[in-house]
Nanobody
Framework: QVRLVESGGGLVQAGGSLRLSCAVS????????MGWFRQATGKERVFVAH????????RYSASVLGRFTCSRDHSENTVYLQMDSLNPEDTAVYYC??????????????????WGQGTPVTVSS
């Protein structure tokens, strides 16, 4: 079992920054992909970014590429999502996810086995 706890969400003005954290605990997860998804009110949960836990190679959705940075810290067992140049369209609940054997592209909800409770991000104009 893997437990994920997100933090760092909040209210920020357009153009501002936030850093989300996802504390990871539980079974060994060297082979895992760690993903960030977001879900705006009334919309589906969508891919934002992911990073391989062991190799640390990130991938981003087109909507956040160049503005968001996904990283992980082995010593802290934590995954981060640095979000810069935020705009109101980034408003959503952000979820951390972990997946292993089911991951192919690492960009769909179904590929991930474990989820955090989510942290809300609101960007005001």
């Amino acid at each position: 079992q893997v437990r994920l706890v997100e933090s760092g969400g909040g209210l920020v003005q357009a153009g501002g920054s936030l850093r989300l954290s996802c504390a990871v605990s539980g079974r060994a997860f060297d082979g895992y992909f760690m993903g960030w998804f977001r879900q705006a009110t009334g919309k589906e949960r969508v891919f934002v970014a992911h990073i391989s836990w062991s190799r640390g190679i990130p991938r981003y959705s087109a909507s956040v590429l160049g503005r968001f940075t996904c990283s992980r810290d082995h010593s802290e067992n934590t995954v981060y999502l640095q979000m810069d140049s935020l705009n109101p369209e980034d408003t959503a609940v952000y979820y951390c996810a972990a997946g292993s054997s089911n991951v192919v592209t690492g960009t769909t909800v179904d590929e991930f086995d474990y989820w955090g409770q989510g942290t809300p991000v609101t960007v005001s104009s």
